[in-house]
């Protein structure tokens, strides 16, 4: 079956830019996480859902950032007024419940120039 | 705060040896331990996650054992391949946190 998928798969942009993030989990997963995978310093959580619960944000490092789930399925990463430090792989997974085995997105690669 | 470590960073060794990979973390109180591969420009692909009440896990060549007391996870890699070439990253979650990753260690295995 389908696995993960996030779009676009590489994003360049200029700084103080806007960007939206998008993940589609597998069919059925009722948890949606966020990762960001910056050089050097490894992944880091930013964000998760689980079914129509409010979601952790404990991990999103500032308020440029926010994410959204509709419908308990597709999610969106929205980044406001991009700076360069926000450059990075953002991965998006999704699992069966919470806690449970993480399945991930191939990523989307983001550039702020 | 949960910190977790892997060593060695990084290993290049020849096809055939069998390979032993660690993962130290601070606070031993996890929900589960899950060992990861990345290949370069790609996602992860889940290899095996271990319960806090389990030992080891096993999925073909590789085998993952937990010892939690002593905060440490190692992933065995019997009879390593070109194929086996990646980026390995431990991860440790409570039951209601999210996922902590190590830093990984990045392996090539040469003909």
């Known amino acids: 079956g389908a696995g993960v998928s996030q779009s676009p798969s590489n994003k360049v942009t200029e700084k103080g830019k806007d960007v939206e993030l998008r993940c589609d989990p597998i069919?059925?997963?009722?948890?949606l996480y966020w990762y960001r995978q910056s050089l050097g310093q490894g992944l880091e959580f930013l964000i998760y859902?689980?079914?129509?619960?409010?979601?952790?944000k404990s991990g999103l490092p500032s308020d440029r950032f926010s994410a959204e789930r509709t419908g308990g399925s597709v999610s969106t990463l929205t980044i406001q007024r991009t700076q360069q430090e926000d450059s990075a792989v953002y991965l998006c997974?999704?699992?069966?419940?919470?806690?449970?085995?993480?399945?991930f997105g191939p990523g989307t690669r983001l550039l702020v120039l | 705060k949960q910190e977790v470590t892997q060593i060695p960073a990084a290993l290049s060794v020849p096809e055939g040896e069998n390979l032993v990979l660690n993962c130290s973390f601070t606070?031993?109180?996890?929900?589960?331990l899950q060992w990861f591969r990345q290949d370069p420009g790609k996602g992860l692909t889940s290899l095996l996650l271990?319960?806090?009440?389990?030992r080891e896990q096993t999925s073909g060549r590789l085998n993952a054992s937990l010892d939690k007391s002593s905060g440490r996870s190692t992933l065995y890699i019997a009879a390593s391949q070109p194929g086996d070439s990646a980026t390995y990253l431990c991860?440790?979650?409570?039951?209601?946190?999210?996922?902590?990753f190590g830093t990984g260690t990045r392996l090539q295995v040469f003909p």
């Open positions: 997974a999704s699992s069966l419940a919470h806690p449970g085995t993480q399945y």
């Open positions: 069919s059925g997963h009722t948890a």
């Open positions: 859902f689980q079914g129509n619960s409010a979601p952790d």
């Open positions: 606070d031993s109180a996890i929900y589960n």
């Open positions: 271990i319960q806090s009440s389990q």
């Open positions: 991860a440790v979650r409570k039951v209601t946190d999210k996922l902590i």
